[in-house]
């Protein structure tokens, strides 16, 4: 249970947050405009930042139209969208507000990629798993949470659901590094890490981008760009091939 504790925390921040951006006073029109406009130009700089951090940017381009490719043939967001509409039919008698047809999938799709990929949601998920050490993850959580009472109280009743897939994800790393020294050195470990955290900013960029309705980016279905990355960055390393 130990190296799971910081993504329960985690999850708990994003279900806490999520009640409270439901039960406090409706914002208004302009108000709501204004504040997801801020922090989808927040998202947007945090996205860059993080993308900007690469050593391999063919690994980047590679990775992204590989992982797109697989994405479009899996129809992710297809899949996430169908989870997100399931979910609204299950709870739309309790929902404590009338929820618009798509706006549970919406609020789920969107919250969980803002939550889940990310270089603290890497970093943090491998450091609970290695070392025990949940500082990273506490202070997503600080963060996640403020984020979802933002997300719930504009996008609705679907973000609080964001918190199972970061469970899932985030316990997975952070089990999954328990064994992974087994197989990476120091230096395959630290570059995976490094290419993870830069397709999972340029993801986090396009996702501010449609925060921001400049353009409409399937950030969805380029998800697997992130194990693409993480595949080709550890042959790379090894082999030296690129």
Not at 29 to 39: A, K, P, Y
Not at 117 to 131: C, Y
Request: hydrophobic content about 55%; some cysteine.
């Amino acid at each position: 249970m130990e190296p799971l504790w910081g993504t329960i925390v985690n999850a708990l921040a994003i279900v806490l947050g999520s009640f409270l951006g439901m039960v406090l006073p409706r914002m208004s029109g302009s108000m709501r405009t204004v504040i997801m406009q801020g922090l989808g130009l927040a998202v947007v700089f945090l996205g860059f930042s993080m993308g900007l951090k690469a050593d391999n940017h063919l690994l980047i381009i590679i990775s992204l139209v590989t992982g797109g490719f697989i994405g479009e043939i899996l129809k992710i967001d297809m899949l996430l969208q169908a989870a997100g509409e399931r979910l609204e039919r299950a709870v739309k008698r309790i929902s404590p507000q009338k929820q618009s047809k798509d706006s549970i999938a919406e609020g789920f799709a969107t919250a969980t990629l803002v939550f889940c990929v990310g270089a603290m949601a890497i970093l943090g998920a491998i450091e609970s798993g290695l070392r025990n050490d949940h500082t990273i993850l506490y202070t997503k959580s600080m963060l996640d949470g403020i984020s979802s009472v933002v997300f719930a109280s504009t996008l609705g009743l679907g973000v609080i659901f964001s918190s199972l897939p970061l469970l899932t994800y985030q316990g997975t790393i952070a089990l999954c590094a328990k064994f992974i020294t087994s197989f990476l050195n120091a230096a395959e470990l630290n570059a995976v890490i490094t290419e993870v955290s830069s397709v999972g900013g340029v993801l986090i960029a396009a996702i501010g981008i449609n925060m921001l309705k400049i353009k409409n980016i399937n950030a969805v279905n380029l998800l697997p760009s992130v194990f693409v990355i993480a595949l080709l960055t550890l042959l790379n390393v090894r082999f030296g091939w690129l």
